[in-house]
Structure formats: structure tokens, C-alpha cells
């Protein structure tokens, strides 16, 4: 990951700006740990020198109870 790498997800009311290598890893476990069923999809990458830029598709299928029909 680059140095200078920041992620913002949406969180309200504002979103969170996540700094940096240590920072983004964390928010990102913490997001997969409160959402063991989410997954995303790649969409589109574009790397130029040192720089990508990319889109995705965010999937969450909530688990189903025993009593869900």
C-alpha cells in the first residue's frame, strides 16, 4: 500500500476519513468484523505510476435466521 493511501467510507453523519496505511487496515477489519457477509466487487481499475484509482460494488447478504423462511 502507498504511504499516502486514505479511504472515506460513509458513515453518518459525515462520513470517516481513515489516514495511512495502519489506519485503513484498521477500518477495514473493523468494517469486515461488523459484516462477516459483505464482499465487493471490482468494477474498474486505472493504475498510473504510482497511482490507482478504483470503483467497486459493495454486497452484504445478512444471515438468515432458522425461523426466516
Given at each position: 500500500?502507498h504511504?499516502?493511501?486514505?479511504?472515506?467510507?460513509?458513515?453518518p453523519?459525515?462520513?470517516?476519513?481513515?489516514?495511512?496505511?495502519?489506519?485503513?487496515?484498521?477500518?477495514?477489519?473493523?468494517?469486515?468484523?461488523?459484516?462477516?457477509?459483505?464482499?465487493?466487487?471490482?468494477?474498474?481499475?486505472?493504475?498510473?505510476?504510482?497511482?490507482?484509482?478504483?470503483?467497486?460494488?459493495?454486497d452484504?447478504?445478512?444471515?438468515?435466521?432458522?425461523?426466516?423462511?
Amino acid at each position: 500500500m502507498h504511504r499516502r493511501l486514505w479511504f472515506e467510507n460513509t458513515s453518518p453523519p459525515d462520513g470517516i476519513r481513515s489516514t495511512g496505511r495502519d489506519e485503513v487496515i484498521a477500518a477495514f477489519r473493523e468494517f469486515f468484523a461488523q459484516s462477516p457477509n459483505a464482499h465487493f466487487d471490482l468494477e474498474d481499475l486505472v493504475v498510473a505510476d504510482d497511482r490507482a484509482f478504483l470503483t467497486w460494488r459493495y454486497d452484504c447478504v445478512a444471515k438468515r435466521s432458522r425461523s426466516d423462511p
